[in-house]
């Protein structure tokens, strides 16, 4: 068995109208289904399930559900050929970022933002 195909990331989010709201504006993603508490939204070959955080406790138990103010425990990265245009973009689109866009010592030119939830997002090209 080859556990290397990730289907689906589940993000906790605390309130499911606005992280759906701030991911239809930022990414424009295909919903494939949703309800009063979750919202799956396909991203190329992966999906992301926005679930309301109530609901999570019965994903993760006996594991408790962080509360957004402990901080980044997760960072995912988009790959994007020009990341300045990408922030341009981003910003147009209502998003502040965190940080960058600034040069990586491995080989990228990053930027990061936050969703409504505090999950932190990436984008990065590579350079030469």
Known sequence: MKLDAIEVITLFVDDINEARAFYQAV???EIVY????SAVLKFSGTMVNLLKSTEAPGLVA???VAKPSSGARILLTIKVDDTDAACAELRRRGVTLLNGPVDRPWGRRTAAFADPSGHIWEIAQEIQ
């Open 27 to 29: 990414f424009t993603p």
């Open 34 to 37: 949703e309800d009063d508490v």
């Open 62 to 64: 006996p594991s408790a």
